[in-house]
């Protein structure tokens, strides 16, 4: 079902799909030989803001002696994960061989998962401190701002990315508010301290776009007396949007079958961005409480011609836990968020378990700087409502609701969320199960490199708006 | 006034005699016992009349009792959710169910919440099954945790600031959460006040302005009750606030009724507690974020402390020295610390014993961590003769877990709210089990 996105810009793919073909793109194995193929008035163009990120230092190293939960539903006890290169080079038992060269870290009584990856994060758009100078998360001028991105709203500097990494978060998606119908689009990062966004941007991943149902948008801009005032709005300006969406791709791809003869079409950057969903290139990541308006974005896709890659919040999944596993559509949702609005009202905390038995995609989300911090904690007491509602979920398959299965939510599982040979080297290294509420992150590797590690202040990164102020040493 | 009183108390009398259990005597045997003060490794508690009759290592089971065998489990007291608003506020962002906050020009410290309460609110079978068996509902006010205040949902909407006619947002009251159609304990238990950014908003924009008015009002309130018959025949000078709120205040102002300020950075702290100490107020401090910086200040006032252990992050400039320590912190210096819920303590109540836990995993014992949520807010709020430890008299508020109820994997498995059994369910159990289950008819016809 998932395209897999290799080493392409969601940007440049976006063109080509539209440039080339009428149907969604064929899967890219690169972005050279498509970006061959552009316009020449549109060369350079495709990914303006690109990712600059490199590894931290590194050394080779073997963890071994802990219990692992890989993140691909197995568990293993007293076992080894090498990391070679700021990659996985080996996971099993003990007798796993370890490379020479490689250091050997005990992890005996502890556990080992793949890096914690939060699926909807405001970090860095909705900073602290909370002031109005940097409450850069919502575009809320227009129903529809596809046009804007939300890298250019992240503030590095956000005390939330070291706090989020000391609760083992290698990964975040950080998207737009949901006042809008189409928020803009999301960014996927990794969380280690840069001066620059294109510093944290995940080299891989392909860009979401935020959509948004239910009271926000008609509340919003009801409230100003515009269109969506009302659930029926919402679903006037989404299917507007599209129309307008499949008539911009339809104006690029006649321009192409010209041969490029006379003006090339104006480009439009909100268009781009839901032509790049049309193309299969950008992922929805659409912000949706309730069941029937989860039922109603299902059709509207289906209307015209993209797939929903994930509900966000989506308290009500349990509702229609078989459809969405059929759809092979992720819910990113919490265990004990409820009730703080009307669309919030039936959530529960046997949300997660619901689906994970119906075989949907399950993903525990934060939504949240302090939640963030935690997620393994959520993810705990999902489990353990599951249990109390009969369900038999192991530890090992409710980790990947925080690690493979957000991976796959943002449309990175090819690169991380488990621990697997080839992979990125996210890992966290916990003091106790992290099921467990006195469980501690001991130490976070992302690429292999040790970007935090609790008992050595070498590996304990402060932005520099938390320089010169008190209770730094201890968080 | 003098009337509303009467009724109100009367009210929570009432409460007391029908919560009282007639029921028959129930032994809960073969637990750990945590009591709020210690730890009984394996115990019996022995409920009877509502009460606790007995608790130890060696207690019999009286003849007849009906016995719960809690082994491998754990007994505990009830929790305590402080700064909550439990059964004040259905659903957050619903203004209409919200009773917790109000607008009036004319009402600020007056405003008795209690006559809000819903005893079927959603929200109090679910911060029940998180062990919660009693709270302390507080007005909301600009500084208040209360409320979800989650940016995607305010995005765009005016409402960013929560309106407070003046510097104090009303009295709190204690409830319990059994059911039945009174919850109330005991109103106006305590007066609340927003300090910090907050209360500096409220005064006009300074914390100068905040202090200066504050102690002005206090003369005012001190002017007033010393010549209430001259301010009936209209021979007092004008004063700010109205008849009401300066009456609500005069216990205040004489010590015998706290007062929860919020407040949150080092220097505000030291100047509240200089503050109380010569206005000779009885003071509890809410948030204390930067509280550990002044422990030691803050314990030899004795002045009790409501923290959020979970608190963390610069969120604004009055919170930078915000750590996971301060509980611990706080602990150490000797301070009598409560721990909150989440959110306001509403929906999220039910976290309360994740933040306990959360602070034990950063240092604070995990026998204090306990008490933070069980005796520490009883006492705080002097109930401590009431309820909120397992020890023989008390309101027998007992909950049975599966294990160690701060670890989210454990669940209750029993729940009892003065000697009352109370039922394992809520409403978001019920869609649980409504969707839960497959029949040919649609989900409306199950359960």
Redesign the interface.
Known sequence: MRRLIVAATAVVMALSGCATTGGPASPGNSSQTTNSDLLPGLRGLQDPYPSTYRPLPAEDLAIVGGTILTGTGQRIDNGVVVLVGGRVAAIGGPDTPIPAGARRMDATGRFVTPGIIDAHSHLGVYPSPSVQATSDGNEATNPNTGQVWSEHSVWPQDPGFNRAREGGVTTLQILPGSANLFGGRSVTLRNVPSVSMQGMKFPEAPYGLKMACGENPSRVYGGRNQSPATGMGNMAGYRAAWIEAQNYRRRWEAYEAGGGAGDPPTRDLRLETLAGVLSGDILVQNHCYRADEMMLMIDLAREFGYRITTFHHASESYKIADVLAAEGICSATWAGWWGFKMESLDGIEENAALLEAAGACTVIHSDDETLTQRLNQEAAAALSAGRRAGLNISEEVAIRWITLNAARAIGVDDQTGSLEVGKRADVVIWSANPFSIYARVDQVFIDGARVHDRFDPTYQARSDFELGQPGQENH | MRALKTLAVAAATLALSTTAALAQTIAITNGRVLTGTGTIDRGTVVIRDGRIAAVGPAVAVPAGAEVIDAAGGVIAPGFVAVDSGLGGI?????QDTNDLRQSSNSLSAAFDLSWGLDPDS??LP?ARLGGITRAIVVPQHPGSSG??V????T????EGGLHSPGLFAGQAAAIHLAEGTDILVQPRIAMVAPFGDAGAGVAGGARGAEFTLFREILREVRLYAANRAAYDRGNLRDLMLSRADLEALIPVAQGRMPLIISVHR?ADIRNVLRLAQEEGLDIILDGAE?G??VADEIAAAGVPVLINP????????EV??????NAARLHAAGVVIAIKG??GS???A??TR?NA??A???GLPYEAAIAAITVNPARIFGLESRFGGIRTGAAADVVVWTGDP??????PTAIFIEGRRQPLNSR??E??DR??TRTPLP?AYRN
């Open positions: 259905e659903v957050s962002a619903l959603f929200t679910v409320g979800h989650h940016e995607d949902d995005a765009g909407v005016g080092a930067e550990w910086r979970l608190a963390n992050l610069p969120q604004s400039f930078r020295g915000a750590t996971m320590e989440n959110e509403v929906h999220r039910r976290e994740y836990g959360n034990v995993a950063h701060l670890e989210p994997l454990s669940q978001a159990l869609l649980r969707y839960q989900p």
